[in-house]
């Protein structure tokens, strides 16, 4: 059976509206460009890691973003998929492989509302799949299919790793049209694909389709294997298919990274004045910087300069309420908390 075939054997279980959508998508073109050995300037797959958290909740896990890299500023991401030709694997050897936040609801960014971090600060760090977007501000549209057989949406949105190896394919993807513009590369050359939060090790490969310079008569696709974004011998990443050193970590493990830490309120609820205490581990690296206390909508309420490891704090002026406590400006560490203030 031919590729198109396949993925029309979707196309009786769907309505006409997405029955449009995907005829538009599968005349794209599926003349594949597999390369077993890839040109110095090919696209290529690099894990950023970007936050380490050391408390709470998320203790022992780190949060990643994984990026597609380009040559050319207007190349265009049109899908990431896979099948029985070209598997999709996504897979951490923890236990669950994701941190999934309880207040998501599907498996893509376009699903988050950002508005919700201030009351749920670790849904900031929800693992997801994307084409450029990071929530749901972007204007891109994402449109998924999925292989019944393997559900793997529903799986990573369970905390599983997947595999998709059968002939119908799982895939995720975007028009190729102007207002889709998280989907092109842009000045920094890279296109985010996912953000996963995991305390075990990440590996896999993604079927990636990509249009350079935007054409769809230039047309890149090929099978990427996941590695990190690290081409410097002396990081304890290394990985010699990657073209920068964007997701390096050298010796200490975390100098190049974002550590994060919980902060300590007392007493929590509070009427007038607030004991704040950062951790010894860090001593120092909150000073000069901002503690901020906004709403749960996300409006700044409050901002004090931090001066000691034990700051205190007047809230006698905010309403009673829930306030989510971070810091802005402690370079390599976030801080955060949460505060109630009663009347």
């Known amino acids: 059976m031919g590729r198109p075939e396949r993925y029309l054997s979707i196309l009786e279980q769907l309505d006409m509206r997405v029955f449009s959508i995907l005829s538009i998508f599968l005349t794209l073109s599926w003349v594949a460009t597999l390369n077993s050995a890839f040109a110095q300037d090919d696209p290529w797959l690099g894990l950023v890691p970007e936050v380490v958290h050391t408390e709470g909740g998320l203790a022992g896990m780190t949060t990643y973003r994984l990026y597609l890299y380009t040559p050319n500023e207007t190349d265009f991401l049109v899908s990431c998929s896979g099948d029985d030709e070209n598997p999709l694997v996504l897979e951490s050897n923890a236990e669950p492989s994701w941190f999934q936040h309880e207040a998501a609801t599907t498996a893509f960014a376009t699903d988050v509302n950002p508005i919700f971090f201030a009351a749920f600060p670790e849904f900031a760090f929800d693992s997801w799949l994307t084409i450029g977007a990071e929530d749901n501000t972007a204007a891109v549209d994402i449109i998924s299919l999925d292989d019944p ?88 990443n290394y ?105």
């Open 149 to 236: 057989s393997f559900a793997a949406f529903t799986a990573f949105e369970a905390g599983e790793s997947i595999q998709v190896s059968g002939t119908i394919g799982s895939a995720w993807f975007v028009l190729p049209i102007p207002t889709n513009v998280e989907a092109i590369a842009g000045s920094d050359l890279k296109i985010l694909v996912a953000q996963l939060t995991t305390a075990g090790e990440i590996s896999g490969q993604v079927q990636c389709q990509i249009f350079l310079e935007g054409s769809n008569e230039n047309e890149f696709r090929a099978v990427l294997p996941i590695g990190f974004a690290c081409n410097d011998p002396a990081a304890t």
């Open 239 to 343: 990985n010699p298919e990657a073209l920068n050193a964007d997701g390096c970590v050298y010796t200490d493990g975390l100098n190049e990274l974002i550590a994060s830490h919980d902060l300590q309120l007392h007493p929590n609820p509070a009427t007038d004045v607030v004991a704040v205490t950062f951790p010894e581990s860090v001593e120092g690296a909150w000073i000069g910087s901002e503690l901020q206390a906004r709403s749960m909508n996300g409006q700044l309420v409050g901002a004090w300069t931090i001066q000691s490891q034990v700051q205190r704090i007047d809230v006698s002026e905010m309403a009673a309420g829930h306030y989510f406590m971070s810091v802005s400006g402690a370079d390599g560490h976030t801080f955060s908390g949460s505060l109630v203030v009663s009347k």
